[in-house]
């Protein structure tokens, strides 16, 4: 029997959408490889290289050579022996959580390490064509709740809303269904899964301290949106108090807005909101010239601005009176 379900999200604005998204089926498949094909012509015909030709490429250019696969190698080792010693137990439980965000780190820093290669690889004429066969059976199945029809009729009108938030929720939702993606994936690392476990981690998979307090991966208080922060007073930590609330650096310093003529607006360290001039050897302030030329124009200004004083005209000579 065909899958379907209805999938409430949003879009851009906030507003609420909802669409059908029903399984594929022989004929979805048919069509999706209609357009892989298409897809992989064109790409041939621009330049794209197979999969293959673009291995020799990578390794000719050192993108991906031995010493990289051998780094590759060595990322999954690490990964899978950190794994087994979290399964395991046995060790302190400050250790363990030190082990699994170790292990959080090192996955970041694997995914980064194999990002450029994959990149690369949807650029293959195999990448592109897949893109375009999956971005066609998301068309397919995208449905109208009411009628069953399409959603996006043309493919232009499924690549001008690509990128709104309720599409990439139900590609992601139709990802899982065709390619057995496990949603809850994330969840149920070892890593993830023993933090949660230890109240280490919140249900949103993010770091906590033993307050319930948003912290990053090194521990340090940060907020919703990833600031660091601080507090005024221990209680105002404790209850997560907004109003005693401050940003700071990743150092710890306490950050303040600052606002120039222009309305530009930038965070710096407390205490240097306003610049002061440098002194020279003698410790008095040193007065750049374009200072000068500042002060300058402002003086001419002034000078313009005051009102000229218009001079008394000289009393006219009286006539001398001759006698006759």
Known sequence: MEKFRIIESKDKDGNTVKVGLKSPGLKEYRDSQIEY???????????????????????????????????????????????????????????????????????????YFISEKNQLDQNSAEGQADNARFSELVR???????????????????????????????????????????????????????????????EDLRLIDSNGHLVDIDGRLINEDGRFVAYRTEEGQKNQDLEDQYFVNRDGQELVLKVNDDGEERWVEKGTEESKPFLDDSGKPIILKQDDKAEDSEEEAETEEKPKRRRKAAPKAEKEVKED
């Open 37 to 111: 094909n298409k897809a992989f012509r064109e790409a041939l015909d621009s330049g794209a290289l197979l999969r293959q030709k673009l291995t020799d490429y990578m390794r000719d250019q050192g993108i991906w050579n031995e010493e990289k696969q051998k780094q590759n190698d060595e990322y999954v080792e690490q990964i899978r022996d950190k794994e087994e010693a979290l399964r395991r137990g046995g060790i302190k439980l400050s250790e363990a959580k030190q082990l699994a965000i170790d292990l959080q780190r090192l996955r970041a820093e694997f995914r």
């Open 140 to 202: 397919l199945c995208l449905l109208n709740p009411t009628t069953k029809d399409p959603y996006f009729p043309k493919q232009s009108d499924y690549d001008d809303a690509a990128d709104q938030p309720w599409v990439v929720e139900a590609s992601s939702e139709l990802a899982s269904m065709i390619y057995d993606i496990d949603p809850d994936y994330d969840d149920k690392l070892p890593e993830n899964k023993f933090l949660k476990d230890y109240s280490f981690m919140n």
